[in-house]
Every structure is written in C-alpha cells, then in structure tokens.
C-alpha cells in the first residue's frame, strides 16, 4: 500500500507522493483549513482592527447564516460583538500595562 500522508489542517490521509503531496498543500481547501486554524491563535486586537475595517455582511446580519461562511469577506460580527471585543482589548491592554509597574 505503500506510505500515508495525514494533514491535521484538513484531518485526512492519502498516499504520500510529490505529486498528491504538491497538489494537496497548494489546494484551496488546505489553505482554508491551515487560515482557520492559525485565527484561533491570533491577538484579539488585530481581530478587531481586522473586522472594523470590513463591512457588514448583508445575508448573515438578515439570516443569521452566510454561504461563504468564515471566507467570507464581509464582517459576521454584529454591533454587539464588536462591543465586547473592544472591552476585551482595553482590558488586556490595562493589565498588561499593571503587570509592567
């Protein structure tokens, strides 16, 4: 059967080859996969700046949902979100700034 190659991006396996191996990490699926998974580690205040600089997504703030779902390129954070992650930024900003003095 010969090697595997297993992604944990896109938790799955297939035989590991140049080709397969070349065609899957330049995928688009893979990609996506490997973006969300280093958006969970980012800083809460580039999230921010991140999504006050996009618009509001029209179909999610009406449905709820979005086909595009986190590619998309419009903001999914409503008002309140935008609130709350404001709050969280000032306050790891004032304890930063106490664990310094």
């Keep these: 059967m010969g090697k595997r190659y ?3 991006y896109c938790d799955r396996s297939f035989q590991d080859n140049l080709h397969n191996r ?3 990490l330049n995928g688009v699926q893979h990609l996506r996969a490997k973006r969300v998974w280093y958006d969970l580690f980012r800083d809460a205040a580039a999230i ?3 999504e006050q600089t996009k618009k ?3 179909k999610f703030l009406q449905t709820g949902q979005c086909d595009f779902g ?3 390129r419009f903001s999914h954070m ?3 979100d935008l609130e709350k992650l404001s709050a969280q930024v000032q306050g790891e900003s ?3 700034e ?3 003095d």
Excluded: A
């Design 78 to 80: 409503t008002e309140q």
């Design 98 to 100: 106490m664990s310094k």
């Design 70 to 72: 986190s590619n998309c």
């Design 56 to 58: 509001p997504c029209r």
């Design 22 to 24: 070349k065609k899957h």
């Design 94 to 96: 004032s304890s930063k």
């Design 6 to 8: 297993f992604c944990d």
């Design 48 to 50: 921010l700046q991140e």
